[in-house]
């Protein structure tokens, strides 16, 4: 009878996750729909009220692919997504064309300029700004937009100013001197901030008040501010995660203690023959993982000094051979290719393990994938750089071998293709390499269905880069992309990470397979159901509907709950490394595994909810506020594993050989001390005090030199450089020690 209960419990929650995974999805896709159909349109033109045609058709368009071609994100940001040293673009262009429209009336009413004005007088002007700005004139029947002789004359000064800029460069933005020349080009790239610009400030039919962007940015020039709706749904988002934590205590409590910990073995139950061809062919992957982390970590230097320096590295005037935009490309990039290589990697090395050996040409086909790696790194980064110099003449070889502009996925389109192809081939030899164990009923099984099922979903879930094609308009692009970067990174990564805890420590005999495989499904289950619709968290103000704002706040809330709870998985883990024995052997590993809870809670939970509801991300989209998250959650997390995984391996692989820890001790410390400096020295002061500036002057000037460049903003970019240090001290420790025992392994 007992048994009976046991298997209808365990069919329930599988059932749950399934029903959770199709029905997050089905409101997931249908949100899209409605982006898709509500987003800001693109006029086919742009005519002032005497008549003259400002942006003819198309060129809004071809404006976008200019934008991307250059680096789009990587070169400031539009609504608030991208890079943070030049402007937002958006709020930029919005907040001069309103500074231009007011000089007009000033010059128009009293011949002086607009600030030597009185107060009331201002006021007056500002009102009629808004009744100018506010209304939308779009005509669908035409597909023209209307804008007042003021707009076109703003229009007109504004395409000057962007060409002298882009022409010239400007140091306090890191763009250099010729970062885009080609006159009619500049006109096109106009033409986007101003339609990005009209669709942050103009109402949504059918919500007064209410812009496409949902009155992003703040600017009280237009009166874009807050709305209602984002101020309800905060306060929503904040009562549902409240009653989620209560909700995830009062259950802890009931349930009846269950101890999934073991006794572990009398030796090491992971491998215990020699290594097979496979295997030792995938320790080179190792290989790739330390160099692409150590040029990730240079890059990463080179692109943190441009925010102060400008256009160069100390004296030496970099951006002529390698701009800003280029090195925070590669900056970003290589984090998401290394530590996909490490997870590679240790799916590739622990198969053979489990199936009992190497399927027939194992080895050559692991040689393949790695050909391909090199091939997708080598290539993306090579367009990359040739796309923003400007060496591509044809648009649509840009498009598919050069920049994409989108942050996260700047690959190529043929690079994203092949990468996509890389992750099946590799699902693939895991999969030949397990399926022997897959036939076996053995206690390890359910784990071993969970771990090929998350592997998969790492496969799969990637190609959803390729849901946006040349053209495609700029919200429904961001709806794919942030399929890319939270269901693929922040939501499948995780699963991922936890089943490859749960199935390694059980290989290891550390844990109950049964009772782990529960957890593991019960921990998914609550984590997806708030991970996967909330991924429209970051879409508030993308030219989406308020429903989105609407799911994102509360579901994006959700997923806060089981990080909460991550420490006690911390110290089950530290437990773990405490056990005597050939256990010791992986005290470090498990030791980067407790960091990895660690920087859960901290980099994905707490930082990660400072930004998320709409009134916070209101004032903070695109501040250094979002790096916060971004370093703790991306290395803290998922960087921090790939390590685990790398260490994990190569002690697997060697289990007679003695370790010199010292380096290793030193590398965990420092770059887990270094990290947090980072960002509570640098990265959390800035973020704040520039939120201060958007709240009580508007989102431009949190983003402008003016403010960027005061001594206490460049003091306080300056102190990254000590939490920076150590923590490239403890990288250099780890590639030089991982390095050291992979020739070791070699000789051996």
Request: with cysteine; hydrophobic share 50%; aromatic share 14%.
């Amino acid at each position: 009878m007992d048994t009976i209960m046991t298997w209808t419990v365990q069919r329930f929650r599988q059932l749950l996750l399934l029903v959770v995974v199709l029905g997050s999805f089905s409101v997931l896709l249908y949100a899209g729909h409605r982006i898709q159909q509500e987003a800001a349109p693109i006029p086919q033109r742009v005519v002032s009220d005497d008549g003259v045609t400002l942006i003819s058709a198309g060129e809004i368009e071809e404006g976008q692919t200019v934008w991307q071609a250059m680096g789009g994100m990587q070169v400031g940001s539009v609504w608030g997504h991208g890079s943070y040293v030049a402007p937002d673009w958006t709020a930029d262009y919005l907040h001069r064309e309103a500074r231009s429209i007011l000089e007009q009336y000033a010059q128009q009413q009293s011949g002086i300029r607009y600030d030597a004005l009185p107060t009331q007088t201002q006021a007056a002007l500002r009102e009629r700004l808004r009744l100018l700005i506010r209304p939308n004139t779009y005509e669908p029947h035409t597909g023209t937009l209307r804008v007042s002789a003021e707009r076109a004359r703003a229009f007109s000064s504004l395409t000057a100013y962007y060409s002298q800029l882009f022409q010239e460069g400007r140091r306090e933005f890191a763009i250099p001197a010729g970062a885009l020349r080609d006159p009619h080009k500049l006109h096109l790239l106009t033409a986007f901030f101003f339609w990005s610009s009209w669709a942050a400030s103009t109402d949504r039919p059918g919500t007064p008040g209410v812009s496409y962007t949902n009155n992003w940015p703040h600017e009280p020039l237009v009166q874009n501010r807050l709305t209602g709706d984002a101020v309800v749904w905060t306060g929503v988002s904040i009562i549902v995660l409240l009653a989620g934590i209560a909700a995830m205590v009062w259950w802890r409590a009931a349930q009846a203690p269950e101890d999934t910990r073991k006794e572990p073995a009398s030796d090491d139950p992971l491998l215990r023959a020699q290594l097979t061809p496979s295997q030792r062919a995938s320790l080179l992957y190792f290989g790739v993982v330390v160099v692409l982390f150590l040029l990730q970590i240079v890059v990463g230097v080179i692109t943190a000094h441009f925010g102060v320096e400008g256009d160069g590295f100390y004296g030496v005037p970099l951006s002529r051979w390698l701009p800003y935009v280029i090195t925070r490309t590669w900056h970003t990039q290589l984090g998401i290719f290394w530590i996909a290589t490490a997870w590679l990697a240790a799916g590739l090395f622990v198969a053979p393990s489990i199936g009992g050996g190497d399927p027939k040409g194992q080895a050559v086909l692991v040689y393949v994938l790695l050909g391909a790696l090199f091939l997708v790194v080598g290539g993306s980064m090579a367009g990359q750089w040739l796309s923003v110099m400007h060496r591509f003449s044809d648009d649509t070889a840009r498009f598919y071998f050069g920049h994409s502009g989108y942050e996260y996925i700047d690959l190529g389109r043929a690079f994203q293709i092949a990468l996509l192809l890389g992750l099946f081939l590799w699902v693939a030899l895991v999969l030949r390499a397990v399926l022997p164990a897959l036939r076996r009923p053995d206690a390890q099984r359910g784990l071993l269905i969970l771990f090929c099922l998350s592997a998969l979903a790492i496969a799969g879930f990637y190609g959803a880069a390729l849901g946006y094609g040349h053209h495609t308009h700029l919200a429904v692009a961001e709806y794919w992309r942030w399929w890319v970067v939270h269901l693929w990174v922040e939501g499948f990564f995780e699963v991922f990470a936890t089943v490859v805890f749960a199935f390694l420590f059980a290989r290891l005999g550390l844990l109950d397979p049964k009772s782990t495989e529960r957890a593991v499904i019960l921990s998914s289950t609550i984590f997806l159901s708030g991970g996967i619709i909330g991924t429209l968290h970051h879409l508030y103000f993308s030219s989406s509907p308020t429903m989105i704002m609407a799911l994102g706040s509360v579901f994006s809330a959700l997923e806060v709950v089981p990080l909460v709870f991550i420490g006690y998985e911390a110290w089950e883990h530290l437990r773990m490394s405490q056990h005597q024995g050939w256990v010791q052997k992986y005290r470090y590993p498990i030791y980067f595994f407790v960091a990895v809870a660690f920087w859960n809670a901290v980099g994905a939970g707490l930082f990660g909810f400072m930004i998320n509801p709409p009134v916070a991300l209101y004032f903070m989209q695109g501040l250094n506020t979002t790096p916060v998250h971004g370093h703790a959650a991306l290395f803290g997390v998922y960087g921090m594993l790939g390590l685990a995984l790398t260490l994990f391996c190569m002690r697997a692989a060697a289990p007679e050989r003695i370790w010199n820890e010292r380096p290793l001790r030193a590398s965990f410390w420092l770059m887990n001390v270094g990290l947090l400096l980072m960002l509570l020295l640098s990265l959390l002061p800035v973020g704040l005090l520039q939120t201060k500036a958007s709240v009580e002057v508007g989102y431009w000037y949190a983003r402008s030199p003016e403010f960027m460049q005061t001594p206490l903003m460049n003091t306080l970019r300056w102190l990254r450089v000590v939490g920076d240090t150590l923590f490239g001290l403890g990288a250099l420790a780890f590639v030089a020690f991982s390095i050291g025992l992979l020739r070791a392994q070699r000789q051996t």
